[in-house]
């Protein structure tokens, strides 16, 4: 059974605080790390696919940071923005076996940014 | 639009009854998943299909659930005689062949 974990389950902060989250996942047979951003009834979005460990991906004021080796993701926020309220999934892809791509996600952290 | 599309968005349904939920992927992405989500727990996933088979259908959480896929297109996900426990969100993704997975906004299964 392959366990991904992320912290915290939920945060609030305020306009401009600049957060970050965790996720953890088994450090064997890796092949991709995703992070998603889900708003309710809209589709996940996707943030970032890092695949190399140290990998480091930037999009505006979110960013990523990415060790295989210890099984372990984050992900930053800086200068949070209302609009930056959503729940961020990330999820696992393992090398091997007959399912390519399949997605093991955690749980996601609920992020809500008061103005 | 060039995205992944899902239908009905909501379905209400009475226990016990069969309920069809649809996806239509991105044209030309071979690999095709199906994941859902129940109240207060993550994405599981469901079923794999690379064309029209289905390599990997683990996630199945009883055979009360079926799925297909035809053309290399259209999927659809059947569940017969519906629980209260199958409420969820259930939600379709699609792949070219690269790493990245396109989501559907999700079909809202309420069993009553």
Known sequence: ILNVEQSPQSL??????????????PSSNFYALHWYRWETAK????????????DEKKKGR????????????????????????????CAFSNAGGTSYGKLTFGQGTILTVHP | GAGVSQSPSNKVTEKGKDVE???????GHTALYWYRQRLGQGLE????????????????????FSAERT???????TI????????????????SGHNEQFFGPGTRLTVL
């Open chain 2, 80 to 95: 017969q005689r519906t629980q209260q426990e199958d409420s969820a969100v259930y939600l379709c993704a699609s792949n």
């Open chain 1, 62 to 89: 979110i960013s990523a940071t990415l060790n295989t080796k210890e099984g372990y993701s984050y992900l930053y926020i800086k200068g949070s923005q209302p609009e930056d309220s959503a729940t961020y999934l």
């Open chain 2, 45 to 64: 996933f469901l079923i794999y299909f690379q064309g029209n088979s289905a390599p990997d259908k683990s996630g199945l959480p009883s055979d009360r």
């Open chain 2, 21 to 27: 939920l649809r996806c239509d992927p991105i044209s």
């Open chain 1, 43 to 54: 589709s996940p979005e996707a943030l970032f696919v890092m695949t190399l460990n140290g």
């Open chain 1, 12 to 25: 609030h902060v305020q306009e401009g605080d600049s957060t970050n989250f965790t996720c953890s996942f």
């Open chain 2, 71 to 77: 053309g290399e297109s259209v999927s659809t996900l």
